[in-house]
T-cell receptor
């Protein structure tokens, strides 16, 4: 069975500082990994994905994530946080070659960027 | 700008009433998902369809929930009868290859 763990319910960071939101996963085969962001009263917006290739994936709004197979991690990062990055972030996984099967989501991490 | 459209955005209803939520997936997407979001459980998969055929609805309470795709442009999620514990945000998402694209959600409150 696939699963995702986001070990931090809340991450606080000062504006301008780098941010990291952690995610680890479990799948029986190779993973497809995703990050989504949810702003208040909105749906989930796709940020970035890892399918294959370069372990460092760049996405929307200056975010990037690094796939680490040995640590089964896919942490989300941004070099310089903005107050507008404050939102709920979800990591998700699907097994490679499983077709367009449902994503399995983590519980979410609330990011708060303080001015 | 292609997007998943959900209606209504908000619904307040009394316990025991029927609730119908609708979703228009992105044109050309062959897979539709229904998720429910609550504070306690996070995002839970309720059901999903591919090419309008239901593939998995094991996440739904079968006695009160039903999901259908009458055509490729409409997916529905019904609750009958509704209960206060059904209060949540219900999201529809559609996809064709890898990532899924989410609608804005229907916030359901059952009183």
């Amino acid at each position: 069975a696939q699963s995702v763990a986001q070990p931090e319910d809340q991450v606080n960071v000062a504006e301008g500082n780098p941010l990291t939101v952690k995610c680890t996963y479990s799948v029986s085969g190779n993973p497809y990994l995703f990050w989504y962001v949810q702003y208040p009263n909105r749906g989930l917006q796709f940020l970035l994905k890892y399918i294959t290739g370069d372990n460092l994936v760049k996405g929307s709004y200056g975010f990037e994530a690094e796939f680490n197979k040995s640590q089964t991690s896919f942490h989300l990062k941004k070099p310089s946080a903005l107050v507008s990055d404050s939102a709920l972030y979800f990591c998700a996984v699907r097994e490679e070659h499983s077709g367009n099967t449902p994503l399995v989501f983590g519980k979410g991490t609330r990011l708060s960027v303080i001015a | 700008d292609a997007r998943v459209t959900q209606t209504p955005r908000h619904k307040v209803t009394e316990m025991g009433q029927e609730v119908t939520m609708r979703c228009q997936p992105i044109l050309g997407h062959n897979t539709v998902f229904w998720y429910r979001q609550t504070m306690m459980q996070g995002l839970e998969l309720l059901a999903y369809f591919r090419n309008r055929a239901p593939l998995d609805d094991s996440g739904m309470p079968k006695d009160r929930f039903s999901a259908e795709m009458p055509d490729a442009t409409l997916a529905t999620l019904k609750i009958q009868p509704s209960e206060p514990r059904d209060s949540a945000v219900y999201f529809c998402a559609s996809g064709i290859n890898t990532e899924a694209f989410f609608g804005q959600g229907t916030r359901l409150t059952v009183v």
